[in-house]
């Protein structure tokens, strides 16, 4: 499948956005986030990007004050995931202007039709940043 999961969390380890592509209870979704954030977020800037927990490898980036993590599977290439990470925040960096975690929270809705757009049931479908922003645009001009 891919990804299985995508998480934005700040340097306090609050969440901001989670977005699940397998199905998890919210007591699993909890824990699973909560283990995964100590994890990354106890890491120093010298060491990699890759962790893997439990049956997940973890590939996450930090982005001024944000930590973008993906879950994928184990046989899931690690750079092109960095890719894709750094992909969605150059698209966000285009609508918000210099995305930042105030974005996120003001503009949730937005944030997960990026994801949407860019990918579909644990797959990537989308890196055109233009057709990433074009429906959005239109939802903007509509209203």
Same mark, same amino acid.
């Given at each position: 499948? @891919? !990804?299985?999961? !995508?998480?934005?969390?700040?340097?306090?380890? +609050?969440?901001?956005?989670? +977005?699940?592509?397998?199905?998890?209870?919210?007591?699993?979704?909890?824990? $699973?986030? @909560?283990? !995964?954030?100590?994890?990354?977020?106890?890491?120093?800037? +010298? +060491?990699?990007?890759?962790?893997?927990?439990?049956?997940? &490898?973890?590939?996450?980036?930090?982005?001024?004050?944000?930590?973008? $993590?993906? @879950?994928?599977?184990?046989?899931?290439?690690?750079l092109a995931i960095l890719e894709f990470i750094?992909?969605?925040?150059?698209?966000?960096?285009?609508?918000? @202007?210099?995305?930042?975690?105030?974005?996120?929270?003001?503009?949730?809705?937005?944030?997960?039709?990026?994801?949407?757009?860019?990918?579909?049931?644990?797959?990537?479908?989308?890196?055109?940043?233009?057709?990433? $922003?074009?429906? !959005?645009? $239109?939802?903007? &001009?509509?209203?």
């Open positions: 499948m @891919g !990804i299985r999961f !995508i998480l934005m969390v700040n340097k306090q380890g +609050q969440t901001r956005l989670a +977005q699940y592509y397998e199905w998890l209870t919210l007591e699993e979704r909890r824990a $699973l986030e @909560g283990e !995964i954030v100590r994890k990354c977020l106890a890491r120093n800037e +010298q +060491q990699c990007s890759f962790v893997e927990h439990r049956n997940y &490898k973890i590939v996450y980036r930090r982005y001024a004050s944000l930590f973008f $993590l993906v @879950g994928v599977d184990n046989d899931e290439n690690e750094h992909l969605l925040v150059e698209t966000m960096d285009r609508h918000f @202007g210099n995305v930042c975690e105030l974005d996120i929270m003001f503009h949730l809705e937005k944030a997960h039709f990026m994801l949407d757009e860019m990918v579909m049931n644990g797959s990537v479908v989308e890196t055109s940043k233009a057709n990433i $922003l074009s429906p !959005i645009q $239109l939802m903007e &001009k509509a209203s």
